[in-house]
């Protein structure tokens, strides 16, 4: 089982019952509104999403878990929409609660899964894209190293308004080039 580890998390394979944790746990920051508001999805939801994952790992994404140093499950991180000819992907997270949000373990989960794509499946570019209002998300990412390469003006409507969509790279060569270490 692919486990990765670092210093205050650990990415791990899901399990059924990460996934249902994850989807029990879930509560929307309506302070700090970043997605589409999910409600009054059943355990019968999180199976479907478990199922989805097991179909198109190593395949289409590698997704993991995020779990604290003691087991428990806080979110997910994934390299998703892998193209392996082109060796580029995207890069998605979520972490379930309020509580665990705005502590570092996004940013922590986002570069140990750079890590692992870089230099073990060998990709060259992970794009990442957020709101323009989803500020945390934009800081995250400037941490770990992507580049603003882009901005959609108003290409999402959501929560009532036109948002611009931030497009954001990293390549593997400016890491290298740079000297950084994910």
Known sequence: MLRLPSDNIYLAALEKEDCRKLWE???????????PLN??????????????????QG?????????????????DVAL?????????CSIGLGIA??????KGYGTEAVRTMLWYGFHNLGLERIIANTLEQNVAAQRSLEKTGFI???R???????????????NY?????????DGQTI
């Open 152 to 166: 959609e003006r108003k290409a999402v409507y959501f929560a009532g308004r036109r948002w611009d969509r931030l």
């Open 80 to 88: 998703q929409d892998i193209d392996w000819r082109n060796r580029s």
């Open 148 to 150: 603003l390469e882009g």
């Open 25 to 35: 746990d879930y509560e929307y920051d309506f302070q700090s509104a970043t997605e």
């Open 169 to 177: 790279a990293l390549i593997r060569e400016d890491i290298i080039n």
């Open 59 to 75: 395949i289409k994404h590698i997704r993991l878990g995020i779990f604290l140093l003691d087991g428990t499950v806080i979110g």
């Open 97 to 102: 609660k309020l509580e665990y949000r705005n």
């Open 39 to 56: 409600i009054g999805n059943s355990n019968t939801k999180a199976d479907s999403w478990f199922e989805e994952i097991q179909q198109d």
